[in-house]
């Protein structure tokens, strides 16, 4: 019985080129996510030394968005949907960012989630009720 020959390119014979440079993502959808104190994008600005308050800046999230946006742009993104969540300061920022990096736009949407009167909040401590009594007392 013969040896079966190996193919050329095989995977046990190694690789014949990288997988991450032949990748070409045309079109995609970026997602921004800007809360209160903290900016996450798909490049996060704790990545660039902001600490603390800073993080939940403009330019924090704007240094992120530029971050993200080169690598996929590098990787050949031309077309992409926008998707912000979250009451931040940095969501314009971001978007300007991503306006002014070449990528056409299709549409940006605002998917905050809003709530439709929530939950019940939780019961009041006694605490708390004998100071608004005695609050509305006074006067």
Request: aromatic share 8%; proline share 6%; net charge positive.
């Amino acid at each position: 019985m013969t040896k079966a020959i190996p193919r050329i390119g095989s995977r046990r014979n190694g690789r014949i080129g990288s997988r991450k440079n032949g990748r070409r993502i045309p079109k995609g959808i970026i997602h921004v996510k800007q809360m209160y104190e903290v900016g996450w994008f798909l490049g996060l600005c704790w990545y660039f030394g902001f600490k603390g308050t800073r993080r939940g800046t403009p330019y924090a999230a704007q240094a992120a968005a530029l971050n993200a946006i080169r690598t996929v742009v590098n990787q050949g993104m031309q077309r992409a949907e926008v998707m912000i969540k979250g009451p931040g300061l940095g969501r314009d920022a971001a978007l300007r960012a991503i306006r002014r990096s070449g990528i056409l736009l299709s549409f940006v949407r605002d998917v905050t989630p809003m709530p439709h009167n929530g939950c019940r909040p939780p019961k009041q401590t006694e605490l708390c009720r004998n100071k608004k009594k005695n609050r509305f007392q006074e006067k």
